[in-house]
């Protein structure tokens, strides 16, 4: 069964930065399409970047200059680092992975991390 198991959220004040990690078992990172998403409370969940088999990154608009997503294949381990946060960065942070052609925030995952969360006072 695969597992992905996010850890390094926290609360932290406007301006810090955190990483998140991201350790997966019985699949590997290098094999699959990985991404980042978040939910904020009261919204939608939202993908903010992925990065494919390859290495190819894609960020949303919305992340672009803070956040870097990066994975070390010989750990099996996914990476988000999120620079200046803000209040509005305040949510549950996923890590995702998706077999198939096609990697971008917006693409079907299959599967799915339990979160960590990130909570950003001002």
């Known amino acids: 069964q695969v597992h992905l198991v996010e850890s390094g959220g926290g609360s932290v004040q406007a301006g810090e930065s955190l990483r998140l990690s991201c350790a997966a078992s019985r699949l590997r990172v290098s094999n699959y399409c990985m991404g980042w998403f978040r939910q904020a409370p009261g919204k939608n969940r939202e993908g903010v970047a992925t990065?494919?088999?390859?290495?190819?990154?894609v960020y949303v608009d919305s992340v672009k200059g803070r956040f870097t997503i990066s994975k070390d294949n010989a750990a099996n381990t996914l990476y988000l680092q999120i620079n200046s946060l803000n209040p509005e960065d305040t949510a549950m942070y996923y890590c995702?992975?998706?077999?198939?052609?096609?990697?971008?925030?917006?693409?079907?995952?299959?599967?799915w991390g339990q979160g960590t969360q990130v909570t950003v006072s001002s």
């Open positions: 990065i494919a088999s390859d290495g190819r990154i």
């Open positions: 995702a992975a998706r077999f198939h052609l096609g990697c971008y925030p917006s693409a079907s995952f299959g599967y």
